[in-house]
């Protein structure tokens, strides 16, 4: 509870100070029993890992997202996760920042591009799925042990408590994340009969219940609308791309919003949308959409038959613009390298013809 002045502690006749927080074990504990102060010191470790991770990454740009993701699970995941089975439960925005950083560095994104993007394109859940997995285990780990074990008497002591007193606790919130996952009756049983089986549906349940919001977030938000998405994976070109760093992020940054179009940057000055027109072609009336970038505007006709071909040149549709990204999704790279290649040169007839502010952001 709160830290009150009148208190005094002593051991061995010496005064003990009496502080709000206090690390212990590698986890910072606060006199208000909540874990604010403890996720963000956590997230504060990863960061400095990150960056030493982000460094090792610009070292050797050719790395493949798939490696980059491995070395951030070893390196930097585990420093955000310590201690999680016990302070899982706070928001910890301060770590899913941590994530979310690496991922949007890796992409060559900004930071403020659409969060639903950026997921999509990588496949990666947000942390606090794997927290509340950790947390699961742990608690069906508590289960198995015998009553004489000070963490199961520990946790008998919070058991009574929620279901005498109806008080809110560690153990009250694990009954809730199973109610709320639709796994009552495994709180009810306090049992489960095989723990890995268990474990895999709670966690396809975590994950489709996010799918299921990112879903509505891409088709909510403003940004989505254009956003091409089969279903929630990583995108192949982030890959087969490895050695095509400028192809990657150019193709990244196009699909996360994170460029100068119209679009895009008529939202930073509050242009109506329809208002957001382009400045090179003819047809002043059409938003400068990623659609319109990529197979209208007569700007860049022919960039676009000598990369996209005169199926993509000619008669463009919504369908063909979903049509070219869904050729990305092939493990042959020849597709990515095409649209990267587009998106680059024209991005360059931008610039040459509209000054940097006619720049995709491209690195």
């Known amino acids: 509870g709160l830290v009150s002045s009148q208190d005094r502690w002593l051991y ?11 690390t212990y074990l590698g986890i910072e504990l606060s006199s208000t029993g909540k874990f604010a102060l403890a996720q963000s010191a956590l997230g504060d470790r990863a960061r ?9 990454i610009a070292f050797f740009p050719n790395i493949s997202f798939g490696m980059a993701r491995n070395l951030f699970n070893t390196l930097v995941k585990p420093i955000m996760m310590y201690g999680c089975e016990v302070w899982g439960f706070h928001q910890a925005t301060d770590i899913e920042r941590v994530s979310l950083r690496f991922i ?5 994104v900004k930071r403020s591009s659409p969060n639903f993007a950026v997921y999509g394109e990588t496949g990666i859940f947000p942390q606090d799925i794997e927290r509340k997995i950790r947390i699961i285990k742990y608690w069906l780990k508590i289960l198995k042990l015998p009553r004489y074990r000070l963490t199961k008497a520990s946790y008998l002591f919070l058991l009574d408590d929620v279901l005498v007193r109806r008080a809110t606790n560690w153990v009250s919130r694990v009954r809730d994340l199973l109610n709320a996952t639709g796994f009552s009756g495994v709180w009810n049983a306090q049992l489960v009969e095989s723990e890995t089986s268990f474990v895999n549906k709670f966690r396809s349940r975590l994950q489709d219940i996010f799918i299921q919001e990112w879903w509505t977030d891409v088709e909510t938000s403003p940004k989505g ?9 990583c995108e192949p070109y982030l890959d087969c791309l490895k050695g095509h760093v400028l192809l990657r992020r150019s193709i990244s940054q196009l699909r996360c919003s994170s460029h100068h179009l119209a679009i895009e940057s008529g939202r930073w000055y509050e242009i109506p949308r329809n208002d957001r027109v382009c400045r090179l072609c003819g047809n002043r009336d059409m938003v ?4 319109h970038f990529l197979l209208v505007c007569t700007a860049y006709s022919e960039i676009r038959v000598k990369y996209l071909g005169h ?4 008669h463009p549709s919504l369908l063909k613009f979903q049509d070219l990204f869904r050729r990305t999704r092939s493990s042959n790279a020849t597709w990515s390298i095409k649209l990267g290649m587009y998106i680059i040169m024209a991005s360059r007839t931008r610039e ?9 952001g491209l690195v």
């Open 48 to 56: 400095k890992a990150l960056f030493m991770l982000m460094r090792y």
């Open 311 to 314: 199926y993509f040149a000619l």
């Open 288 to 291: 400068e959409s990623e659609y």
């Open 352 to 360: 040459a013809r509209l000054g940097s502010f006619g720049q995709l």
């Open 12 to 22: 061995k006749g010496e005064e003990l100070e009496v502080v709000n927080h206090y």
């Open 104 to 108: 949007k560095y890796f992409l060559g």
């Open 225 to 233: 609308t254009l956003y091409c998405k089969d279903s929630f994976a």
